[in-house]
């Protein structure tokens, strides 16, 4: 994320045309990591995306229909640390367009239809408040009323500390909601992106009929050095990334950003409602 669009710190002498890969350090004309979706030409490193711009590499063009775009957090706790939550908010939402962190809505995948929800880690983290826990769920409760196919995109670090317990009563209400949508026929595919942990990681994230992750998404619910600590152990190597996860069976798939959306579209053929108006409201 820190190195495209409106980011101030990485306009440099580069001029915007060329950027630094996060992993590989290598320098790398800017329009070939477009052209490839966002990916390191040299070292496939996936870089961090907006929600907007996982809505055009995902959705068919013109087809994404926003859903409750308006839902803001009224700060339940007026909470305060360094600064106010509320103008913490404010900020967030200034620098990212978006009310709170997850994007949600409905459209199509190669022509199928989806309800779909879109973290954007821009905006606090990806932090899951009540407002991004009522638009999961009430995303959740609408695709299984309509029996639709359900994908939810991933990027957080966890709960928001400034909702206290109404953020983790967040996880408990997402989870309520999938329980129904299991015993339906609706689908439910999550797409885990660097990062997903905490909070998220542990309720809705982790249990969808289909689980893929982006190669070296990290994804764990506490951090590497706290378990490393509890657990007096040292960890092996490529603990929490995708591919461990993988190979351990926590998820289903790792897939590269470049066949994603024809995979998903795959999954949805073989297991999900192919008819294009269903669930449509
Ligand atoms: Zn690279």
Not at 27 to 55: A, M, Q, T
Not at 90 to 116: C, M, R, S, W
Request: aromatic fraction near 8%.
């Amino acid at each position: 994320m820190a190195l495209f669009g409106s980011d101030n710190k990485t306009k440099n002498s580069l001029d915007g045309l060329w950027i630094k890969c996060n992993n590989c350090g290598e320098i790398i004309y800017k329009k070939e990591v477009e052209k490839n979706l966002r990916v390191c030409p040299k070292c496939n490193y996936h870089f961090r995306l907006s929600s907007r711009e996982w809505i055009d590499i995902l959705m068919d063009q013109n087809s994404f229909h926003e859903l409750w775009p308006d839902v803001e957090s009224i700060d339940p706790l007026d909470f305060k640390d360094r600064t106010r939550y509320r103008d913490k908010l404010k900020e967030a939402q200034k620098q990212t367009g978006i009310k709170d962190a997850v994007v949600t809505g409905y459209g199509l995948i190669n022509e199928l239809f989806v309800y779909t929800g879109i973290f954007d880690f821009n905006f606090m983290g990806g932090s899951m408040g009540s407002v991004v826990g009522e638009k999961i769920a009430r995303l959740i409760e609408t695709a299984t009323a309509a029996q639709s196919n359900l994908l939810i995109v991933t990027s957080s670090g966890g709960a928001r500390m400034q909702e206290g317990i109404f953020s983790l009563m967040q996880m408990a209400k997402t989870n309520a909601a999938l329980s129904k949508l299991n015993r339906s026929r609706t689908l439910y595919i999550v797409l885990l992106t660097d990062p997903t942990t905490g909070g998220v990681a542990a309720s809705f994230a982790s249990i969808a009929d289909i689980i893929i992750a982006e190669p070296k998404a990290l994804i764990g619910f506490a951090g590497p050095r706290v378990i490393s600590d509890t657990i007096g152990q040292k960890l092996p190597d490529g603990f929490q990334r995708a591919e461990f996860l993988l190979e351990h069976g926590m998820i289903d798939m790792v897939i590269e950003r470049t066949v994603i959306k024809k995979t998903i579209a795959q999954i949805i053929r073989l297991l999900g409602m192919t008819d294009k108006k269903t669930g449509q409201p």
